[in-house]
């Protein structure tokens, strides 16, 4: 097949969609399609574009199979409500040309586009009829969603609205597809047909992140004393993660040397946290680490921390939880009864209520006091990874289901 992916993030990206963008569209050049992918320079989670790459003009590179075209687009040092829309929209505007040539002179089979941002649905999906594609939306965020009701945008005429808009460009998409099963319930309500969507989970690469057999190298680089419990928090330190928790959490813990938080990631609250964190000694700010080093920085953790807004739940699927039960580590996650990452993390951790940094205290107290509950948990947790997040048993499913889209 020959497929174009239009996503505003992908690799060298170590976070978040641009992970999962970049593994995607490598693992589909390596079983031997034609990938290209229409696309920004990295620039997240710091909110800024890499040093060696074009900010205000396209460039074109290779990375492991793929052709990738990078579109230059705006980028707010402070990004906020109004300022991401124009953020998202500058991408979507400079792409725009960049699809259509891709699509009415190479003639791809399928056209991809990443959601968010919601402003490129509209350009994928002309760029797909004018190619003769079939044109395929996968959701990764419900953003829209999500500013509404965690108040970001606001209006109740605006809201239905824009929701309307959205739900009817995601019907004329040939295929939806999204990460978790209430994003799937969620899709269906906006009017997609059951026949026209389908569950395509993030995944994580389970011959990567897996239990280390010696400690961690990065306990004596940090000098975390023997038997010091870490908590680790890794991946962006953006509004929807409610990371504040986990400063709460800490102050709780304030004086207790046998556990010792690690928050690890960029992201445009990282600035106020280390701020709220100053005066504690059982913090420690580390920044992302390269990707080579991450099984041993995940095995540096006893413990992995998932905190989540409520007002967040189910609009999102964390997707860095697939690492966290890969490395063979209990998790404590803040969610809701009944969601679906409070379900994922069932077994192979602790569900707390979210917003709630006391709660998150009381477990971590629990889990020092339990070594054995810790192994227990941690080996379920990384029986469920290879179970339900392995990357190749997924996408060679959503392999499966794109050729079937193309033989129709």
């Not at 300022?83 to 791809?108: D, E, G, M, N, T």
């Not at 965690?150 to 929701?163: D, T």
């Not at 059951?194 to 280390?212: C, H, M, Q, R, Y």
């Amino acid at each position: 097949m020959k497929i174009l992916f239009h996503t505003i993030n992908y690799i060298p990206e170590l976070t978040g969609i641009g992970k999962f963008s970049g593994e995607m569209g490598s693992w589909f050049a390596e079983q031997g399609h034609d990938v290209r992918v229409v696309t920004t320079p990295p620039y997240y989670p710091e909110w800024k574009i890499r040093a060696g790459y074009r900010k205000y003009w396209y460039a074109r590179e290779m990375i492991k199979g793929a052709k990738v075209i990078r579109c230059p687009f705006w980028v707010p040092e402070h990004p906020t409500g109004l300022k991401r829309i124009l953020h998202l929209a500058s991408f979507s505007l400079s792409a725009f040309p960049v699809l259509l040539y891709q699509s009415v002179f190479w003639r791809p089979d399928v056209v991809c586009v990443v959601k968010p941002p919601a402003f490129s649905l509209p350009t994928a999906k002309l760029a797909a009829m004018l190619g003769g594609a079939r044109s395929w939306l996968h959701v990764q965020d419900l953003e829209v969603d999500a500013a509404f009701t965690m108040g970001i945008l606001k209006g109740k005429w605006l809201r239905k609205i824009v929701l309307g808009l959205e739900s009817w460009l995601m019907r004329r998409f040939d295929l939806v597809t999204t990460i978790s099963d209430r994003m799937l319930e969620k899709i269906k309500g906006k009017g997609i047909v059951a026949e026209k969507s389908t569950l395509f989970p993030n995944w994580v690469d389970t011959s990567a992140i897996f239990p280390g057999e010696h400690p961690s190298v990065y306990r004596s680089e940090l000098a975390i004393l023997p038997g010091t419990m870490v908590a680790l928090y890794s991946g962006n330190m953006g509004e929807k993660q409610g990371l504040e928790t986990l400063i709460d959490a800490a102050r709780h813990l304030r004086g207790e040397a046998r556990i010792q938080f690690v928050l690890c990631g960029e992201g445009a609250v990282r600035a106020q946290l280390e701020k709220d964190a100053q005066d504690l000694d059982n913090v420690t700010f580390l920044p992302l680490q390269p990707l080579e080093r991450l099984n041993d920085f995940f095995n540096m953790a006893d413990v992995h921390l998932l905190p989540q807004r409520a007002d967040a739940a189910d609009l999102m699927m964390p997707s860095k939880l697939g690492g966290m039960l890969a490395s063979g580590r209990p998790v404590i996650a803040g969610a809701l009864p009944g969601t679906e990452v409070a379900q994922a993390v069932e077994g192979a951790g602790i569900v707390v209520p979210p917003d709630d940094g006391e709660a998150f205290a009381v477990a971590l107290r629990e889990l020092a006091d339990a070594q054995g509950r810790r192994a227990a948990l941690g080996r379920a947790a990384r029986q469920r990874a290879l179970d339900f997040w392995d990357r190749d048993k997924i996408l060679n499913a959503c392999e499966r289901r794109l050729i079937e889209l193309c033989q129709k």
